[in-house]
């Protein structure tokens, strides 16, 4: 099941599927790490300040909300790592 990033939850670890732009955004989140294949987990979420941080490739990047809905990811259990 395919779903935005920004809907896992901490402790939760996905599968990058996808970049749903191809705008300069991808770019930009292409060169911080997210890419296809790279296995992320979600390490803080802000709901009041619509942020949250993100473990991917040994560096945590904090992504908006409005950012992060565009990398579609793949929920993964803990023996999928």
Excluded: T, W
Aim: glycine share 8%.
């Amino acid at each position: 099941m395919v779903i935005p990033l920004n809907q896992i939850n901490p402790g939760q670890h996905a599968k990058i599927v996808f970049i749903a732009n191809n705008g300069p955004m991808a770019g930009r989140l292409f060169d911080l790490g997210f890419v296809p294949g790279s296995v992320l987990s979600c390490v803080l979420q802000k709901k009041r300040r619509n942020i949250a941080a993100y473990l991917v490739r040994s560096a945590v990047i904090a992504l908006r909300n409005e950012d992060s809905r565009l990398i579609m990811v793949e929920p993964l259990e803990k023996e999928g790592l």
